[in-house]
């Protein structure tokens, strides 16, 4: 690990997950999709194995599906979200994998709680950011996220992760 | 309730093709489709390159009926296998898919080979002389057989041969199976797995229903606007274009072309994996649509899975397979536009709407475009307009007439 990493550094990247977690919970689904850079991909894979480019996943969405994504979410026509899931997005187990002067890897263990139509549902796995640091702050160049239950049935996800 | 046409009897659908909301709701007719419908049908259960190599396998089922799909190590035939040892009942197999010569039972240690044949029973002293081995391997499913890869398999002995019953079906089958030219098709990239607590028959009669296509998806159209600059075509199309046609092949099979088959055309233009140019019911759980092949699962008379495999032109270079996997995502799957809004308004809703059993008026209407579909005298193929629901009354048709057949 690089030795620019700093405890001060460890504490603004976990602020920077749990802002993230909180947009998402407050449905500021545009607010989010801003922090993304224009190389991004926002990735749920079927499983650990997966290759992008030969496997299918369950998302893959570079930045211009990321915006239809994000705008159709925000709008009143996704009946997926009719009526909308509350959500409640927990990070935790953050870990700084790896760190350059160009990007940082971050893991960490997300449980997403959803309740929807009177039913709780629970969507948990390994949560893989690259972050790009820009003006002090962080923009996300890759979201994944290794859902536990990615290659088994799963139901209407149209929540954001 | 009173029959329907042609001598066909179903209590469950008259003559206007009300529909009764039982067939959905009922535990009792489910049962009776496990036997009636799964029970003597060719359902598919697996692709040739899914299982490519001798000793690969993968798991599947024949309405409830769990089994085992292998090829053979030693003469490379198919093998379609009850998942279940001979001994005391257990499911040999724990994989979804793999390769491995045997199966080992972890219970009491029997071994079968990857053909079903029982290879080993420890401490076989326990059984007299008369106990046979070459009797008490994995008992085999009635009939298999393959169809330019698609891999079927059928509970029933006596069933007619499988390219007589894929019938008007085997031209579109041909049509995705010379996808990839010589090099063929392959179902390499994997499959989503959906489930969603509604009837199987509910994803049947959606999966044909360009109607529905501007209503619920409205929100795709919105975002096929902003890509394009311009309003997609599909509305004007499935109004007016008489290319665009919903089709009852007989059998129980249907399709809508988006214009004549092998002709030039537009592509339908809502990129949705653009591949296949017409939407496929191969009687009673497969379909084709977009870019790939989807299975339906029924596991009780209120949940189902559906799986989704994208198909890929076996040569295909990177550039096409980067437009059919991101096509196929952003529309479908768990997390897809269409599939996640079709889960909510399609099978949710109507789920809970046909709860309503006490309504006086408890039938579906199945007769759109029934004033208008034209009969082919000679072939009983019906064609009607893109919006009708000549697609749904095709496999109801072989439904009813299944279900009401004697044992």
Known sequence: ???????????SIADFLYDEAEMLDERRFLDWFALFTEDSHYWIPLAGTSD??????????????????????????????????????????????????????VTSRLVVTEFRRSERHVHSGLQEHRLQQVDGGFRIRLKRVDLIDNDGRLG???IIL | MSRVEQGARSPY?????????EIY????VFAKEMRNIFGRSWVYVAHETEIPAGGDYKTAHIGLQPVIVSRDSDDGGIHVLFNRCRHRGSAVCQEESGNSNFFRCAYHGWTYGNDGRLIGVPFDDGYGESFDKSKMGLAHVARVASYRGFIFASLDPEITDLEEYLGNGRRYLDFIADLGGEAGIDLSARAQKLVYRGNWKLQIENTIDPYHFSFTHQSWLDILKERTGKSSPWVKNVRTNSEWRGIDLTGGHAVHEFGALGAERDTHGIAIGELIPFNLNIFPSLAFVGAHLRLVVP??????????YPVFPADADEATRDRILRDHETFYGPSGAGSSDDIEVGFDRVTNGLEADGSPKDWTLMARGLNREELDE??????GRSSDEVPQRAYLRKWSEMMEADA
Not at chain 1, 1 to 11: A, K, L, N, V, Y
Not at chain 2, 299 to 308: A, C, F, G, M, Q
């Open chain 2, 25 to 28: 709701r009922n535990p009792g």
């Open chain 2, 378 to 383: 000679e072939t009983g193929m019906r064609i």
């Open chain 1, 156 to 158: 209407n996800l149209s």
């Open chain 1, 1 to 11: 690990m690089s030795q620019t990493t700093t405890e001060i550094d460890r504490q």
């Open chain 2, 299 to 308: 596991r009780s008379v209120r949940e189902t899975w559906v799986y989704l």
């Open chain 1, 52 to 105: 992008p480019q030969r496997h299918v996943s369950i998302i893959y969405d570079d930045h211009k599906l990321l915006a239809e994504r994000t705008k159709r979410l925000s709008g009143h026509l996704a009946y997926a979200q009719i009526p909308q899931s509350r959500t409640s997005h927990l990070v935790g187990n953050i870990r700084i994998t790896e760190a350059d002067s160009d990007e940082i890897t």
């Open chain 2, 13 to 21: 659908i008259t003559d206007n093709w009300e529909v009764s909301g």
